[in-house]
């Protein structure tokens, strides 16, 4: 399948601060490509760049196959940009708006009318065609921010954390839809900082670091990086010291804690974890309540490889 | 399904959506639709109350005649000098020309009556053979309206010589009809004591500078159209800037579809006021009104030029741009006179002193174009004023765009 995105080796510096150092990306087209990384390390600068509102100091872009510059307006408008801000005009209603947006790319009025209409019910906004912005709440806004986002039919879609502050049936909504672009052929290009929703639509993910890829694959190709292999929580009461120096001491255990009832064990990748936890505690006489098991999620992977300190 | 379209055509079909949003911009409403017609108004109250505070008033003399031929034409003359004063001070515009309100008495008992009562100052005895006397009640005495009918008197005395001379001469003149005419222009004597010298084609009035300074601050809160609308297409704006500048119109498409709209919606509100100004307020344009209009569309190019500069400046928050371009407005009107005397006199005193600050102001530019229009005689003034905006919303157009040249916007 072709790539519709083809990012070489792009370095981008603010000053002394490397934000892409030697960034690469192919996306191909028909995929969710999930673009994750702690604040700051690139992703925002990365999709910049490929917009063409940002200049770099190396490497190349091309969309479509073909290289991108900024007056490549006949790419822009296979472009679609769904940013985290709400990017709409308060004094346009929700119809006008995304014709607005429309009319950007679509010179027609009739097809613009059908576009805008198939978009308002694509997020379901059709019965909220004629209000302001301002009377919308957070989930519907962030609705109209992808119907502007999305009106002129674009193949290559860019969607910058879309579902912040946003309830959960509103969210659930929004990430239909992602699934259902890509079904009608639409690539899209995801940023967010919610691991479970990448994970839910994203094929690919790219896990970003300090300006570069520090992993690429699948959501299942990506956990398999990582040392755990599945994460036990056993209630129990206060275990003692010793006894958590001995679980700790089990080959498989890479991670014991004890909180608020709860003996949390990372594991590594292993076929006996669960029984030989088990048995130290029944040596040790304690008596376990409920017993879990959870495999790793991104959000395991993205910590091992990014790091738990805090980012600025 | 997409096609990116950047021609001229582009800009006006995004015009619509330009105009939806500044019309629907509660700042714009208030603060350029609003607020001029709210403060011309204002003008008007206040200004009212000064013109009717020093305007002259009538004055109302008791004239008491014996019914005698002699009497009768000196009063029949007296009055016809009095309305043919009255006229052509209406007709100039003058406030300073006090008119003789004469109510003529047969009886002096009923004109001493009236002026016991108030309702005349003083009356002038006419009787046949005597000099004529003016009666002024003991409390009126030495009063400036007195004196001014003890002026017409002196005149009257005259008219009734030169009566007396022509009915001895030729006595068949006075019964011909241009006599009373000649007699009475000698009364209204202006070109006795004075003459008056139109220096300007059109009556000027001390408030007129204020509505034309008003016109310029308008010009300039217009200059927020544009900025709400450059900022609203720029990446470092807004979000939607941003994500205009993504799309597949380009810049100069978008810009100029702002600018149109801008344009459009300053204009109409300059025409607005303006028509409330002359028609309302009743302030003369000299006959103009075609040329003002005109004058309108210059100063609408300049708001937006204003507003297109101020847009562009990279790294200002959008907050601190309007409160900037406010701060502006105030500051460049000030020395246009739009806030009294003292205003006025700094714009007198820089328009001596250090008149390239004067020139290069747009709020007194602007007004400076409507006060030439309405009072030279010729239009080169004017048509220079028009050059003058031209060429300001030139320079600014340029460092707009030049400033606004490869900004691209730092994050999404």
């Known amino acids: 399948m072709p790539d519709i995105v083809n990012v070489r080796g792009l370095v981008k510096r603010y000053g002394a601060t490397l934000a892409l150092d030697h960034f690469v990306l192919r996306i191909a087209r028909g995929e969710i490509f999930g673009l994750l990384g702690p604040n700051g390390c690139g992703k925002t600068t990365a999709i910049n760049c490929m917009l063409q509102l940002l200049t770099y100091d190396r490497g190349s872009i091309e969309l479509f196959g073909e290289p991108m510059t900024p007056t490549r307006y006949d790419l822009k408008a296979r472009i679609g940009v769904v940013p985290q801000q709400v990017a709409v005009l308060d004094e346009l209603t929700v119809r006008e708006n995304v014709d607005a947006f429309c009319a950007l790319y679509v010179a ?30 957070g989930g519907l806004l962030r609705r109209l921010n992808i119907a502007c986002g999305i009106a002129h039919r674009p193949e290559l879609l860019f969607l910058d954390e879309p579902t912040v502050a946003v309830d959960p049936q509103s969210r659930n909504a929004i990430l239909d839809g992602i699934r259902r672009l890509r079904d009608e052929g639409a690539t899209v290009v995801y940023t967010s900082h919610y691991m479970e929703e990448v994970e839910r639509i994203c094929g690919r993910v790219m896990i970003m670091d300090a300006g570069r890829s520090v992993a690429e694959g699948t959501p299942d190709e990506l956990k398999r990086l990582i040392d755990l292999g599945e994460r036990i929580v056993v209630e129990l009461d206060a275990p003692g010291e010793a006894l958590l120096e001995r679980v700790r001491g089990l080959r498989c255990v890479t991670r014991a804690v004890y909180a608020d009832g709860e003996l949390r064990l990372d594991c590594a990748p292993s076929a006996h974890a669960l029984l030989d936890v088990f048995g130290v505690l029944e040596e040790a006489g304690a008596v376990p309540g409920r017993v879990w098991s959870e495999p790793p999620t991104l959000n395991d992977v993205f910590l091992e490889l990014c790091g738990r300190e805090l980012r600025d | 399904m997409s096609h990116g379209t950047n021609g001229p055509r582009t800009a006006l079909r995004l015009v619509r959506f330009d105009l939806t949003q500044a019309l629907r911009n509660r700042g714009i409403v208030i603060w350029v639709m609003v607020f001029p017609i709210v403060l011309a108004s204002i003008f008007m109250v206040m200004f009212d109350g000064y013109e009717s505070g020093e305007a002259a008033t009538d004055i109302h003399v008791g004239l008491v005649i014996d019914g005698s031929a002699g009497t009768t034409r000196l009063a029949d003359a007296l009055k016809e000098a009095t309305e043919g004063t009255s006229e052509g001070a209406a007709s100039a515009g003058a406030a300073d020309a006090a008119p003789l309100d004469i109510t003529t008495y047969t009886d002096e008992r009923d004109a001493a009556a009236a002026a016991d009562a108030g309702e005349v100052c003083a009356y002038v005895l006419l009787r046949e053979g005597e000099r004529p006397r003016m009666v002024v009640p003991a409390r009126e005495a030495g009063g400036i309206e007195q004196a001014i009918v003890q002026l017409v008197l002196d005149r009257i005395e005259q008219v009734s ?76 704006g807004s979000p939607a800037g941003m994500r205009r500048q993504v799309c597949a119109t380009g810049p100069l498409a978008q810009l100029a579809s702002g600018l149109i709209a801008s344009w459009i919606v300053v204009f109409g509100c300059l025409v607005v006021s303006l028509a409330f100004i002359r028609l309302v307020a009743k302030v003369s344009l000299g006959g103009r009104e075609g040329l003002a209009v005109l004058a309108c569309a210059a100063c609408a190019l300049v708001s937006c030029a204003i507003g297109t500069l101020v847009g562009a400046v990279p790294h200002v928050p959008t907050g601190a741009k309007d409160v900037a371009l406010t701060v502006l407005t105030m500051g460049l009107s000030l020395p246009a006179g739009l806030f009294g005397t003292p205003a006025q006199h700094l714009g007198d005193w820089l328009s001596l002193h250090l008149p390239w600050v004067q020139l290069v102001n747009p709020a007194v530019q602007v007004g400076e174009t409507f006060y030439r229009l309405t009072f030279y005689d010729s239009l080169a003034p004017f048509a220079a004023s028009l050059v003058t905006l031209a060429a300001m919303s030139a320079v600014c157009f340029a460092v707009a765009a030049l400033l606004m040249r490869r900004q691209r916007h730092a994050s999404l």
């Open chain 1, 108 to 137: 027609d009025a009739r097809t613009r009318r059908r576009l805008v209409d198939e978009a308002l019910d694509f997020v379901g906004l059709t019965d909220h065609a004629k209000k302001r912005p301002r009377k919308l709440s």
């Open chain 2, 161 to 236: 010589e030169t009566l007396a001379i022509v009915a001895k001469q030729d006595p068949a003149a006075l019964a011909r009809p241009g006599v009373a005419r000649a007699l009475a222009a000698s009364l209204a004597g202006d070109d006795v004591i004075s003459e008056r010298i139109a220096v300007l084609r059109t009556q000027s009035s001390e408030f007129t500078r204020y509505y034309y300074a008003m016109l310029g601050f308008s010009s300039l809160m217009g200059a927020q159209v544009a900025l709400l609308l450059v900022v609203s297409k720029r990446a470092d």
